[in-house]
DNA sequence: TCGGGACGAATGGTAGTACCATTGGTGTGC
DNA sequence: GCACACCAATGGTACTACCATTCGTCCCGA
């Protein structure tokens, strides 16, 4: 980025030289998925470079999922790209404090248009994993990851039969990670009407109906969204009525921890 | 998302548990940007492990762009939180070999409904931005780097104003990528063309003209697509032309390196 | 001949130590 | 008062050692 770049071996750090080369590796399909990497101590002989230097980077391709390290055996290069973002995603949300309505809102800007967009170009394949997550919904009864897991590949399936591949990456992250900020705040997934919903989307995208597909997916974002206030005013208000009563809230475990680390490095200062 | 995973230390890994203390601090405040932290010895200390274990979390956070690390001085909890897709979006693009056309299907997606909520929305900073912007292009003469910068600035001010944070990070992600992908294939952003429809994009924002505003937006983002084909197939048949007149193409550097890799692996198996 | 269990090599995970280059502040000498 | 030299602290890298886990192999017994 900052200078001529060109020759070896100029950047200061060993780390994104290293990553560097891997994306090279990657880019010149050299990489295949689920091919078995050289061991840590092989590779490292072979860049050139101590295990010491080798294995943050490794660290760094494991937690974007584009590599799995297993003890004992060895560290294979994951084919799933859609995993890469989920770690920096949720970063992402943590420092700009995103909330889930944030989330549903942005998918609104965009999903419905792809499911108009699956409603054209949808395959049999397609409309026969749509089927069966309804299904899936259907005898999930009350048991909400199996739901959650559903609704998912619901709306992934929607999403990639959209032919945007782009987008569908961007948004099955964004989708789960609503699911998980749901699940973490208790708070459920209605299953009388995400399976309204699906299965009116699912009849649009089946009859080729682009428009009303549209218009289906928005009425099922919107509808989620309501939900999901309406559930968060009632969580306010139960808390508000329990502070009221008295009893103080539970206590944060990890809190000590991080006033420690920040009286050290104010010692610092 | 395995088991239970509700006690202390159960995880296996290490890294893995510190990038959730990590993340724990950070929603909860407790690191802010700007904010310095403790050394690594410090902070190893601090963890109970060794700094073995903790450097390569601080690469993960380097490489995302949550902490920016300065040898001799210090570690930084960077506030930027628009470059943490900005890697793992390179590694996607990578794997999925996503195609610059993609990327600007894309933002054709997006980017005109944002740019009609900006419309309605926008202040009057905003407005200055983008004037500014379009000043800047009209004195970047030649210069593809001020251009890109300014165009890259002019979008991101109008994902800024449509009120969306999360489609502005995603999105200025996405064209930033873009620009980088056109430079490494030495293909040129077209000056007249930028700032025709910046200025036009600009007026129908500031008449607060909503659907002008989206139209010139996607006018926009169309033309440049074809631009970017056009230019591709005039390389392709540059290319064709020369190796026609039997120039071989210049040697790849990087690839015997690969092939040791490979082999080194194929033996093992 | 077949099956099961024990052993061992290889792998990633962690720890400790040592040294280097760079940085920023401190203090000394002009 | 200023400039220079020095020094301590920091992140960067390397080497070594050891651990827990895994997988394959070999040997023993049925």
């Known amino acids: 980025m900052s200078a001529g770049s060109s020759s070896i071996s100029d950047k200061g750090d060993l780390t994104d030289w290293l990553i560097l080369r891997f994306?090279?590796?990657i880019s010149e399909g050299t990489l295949t998925p689920g091919y078995k990497l050289p061991s840590e101590r092989?590779?490292?002989?072979h860049f050139g470079v101590s295990r010491t230097s080798l294995r943050p980077v490794m660290k760094v391709l494991r937690m974007m999922g584009v590599i799995s390290q297993r003890v004992g055996d060895g560290t294979y290069l994951s084919g799933d790209a859609s995993s890469v973002l989920?770690?920096?995603?949720?970063f992402l949300f943590l420092l700009d404090e995103t909330s889930s309505e944030e989330l549903i809102d942005t998918r609104l800007m965009v999903e419905p248009a792809l499911a108009a967009k699956a409603a054209e170009q949808s395959t049999k394949e397609h409309l026969l994993v749509l089927r069966q997550t309804?299904?899936?919904i259907e005898a999930a009864g009350s048991d909400q990851f199996r739901i959650i897991e559903a609704d998912l590949l619901f709306h992934q399936t929607i999403l990639q039969s959209s032919g945007n591949r782009l987008c569908g990456r961007l948004f099955?992250?964004?989708h789960r990670s609503l699911m998980n900020m749901m699940m973490l705040t208790a708070q459920l997934v209605n299953r009388d009407h995400t399976l309204?919903?699906?299965q009116a989307i699912f009849e649009s995208i089946r009859q080729r109906n682009a428009s009303e597909a549209e218009r289906n997916m928005r009425d099922h974002l919107i509808d989620a969204r309501a939900l999901l206030l309406r559930a968060r005013q009632a969580e306010a208000d139960e808390r508000l009525r329990r502070s009221i009563r008295g009893a103080p809230r539970a206590v944060e475990t990890a809190k000590p921890a991080a006033k420690a680390i920040r009286s050290r490095a104010a010692r610092k200062r």
């Open 23 to 25: 994306k090279q590796l």
């Open 172 to 174: 099955q992250v964004i």
């Open 86 to 90: 989920a770690e920096p995603m949720e």
């Open 196 to 198: 309204a919903f699906h």
């Open 42 to 45: 092989e590779l490292s002989l």
């Open 134 to 136: 309804i299904a899936e």
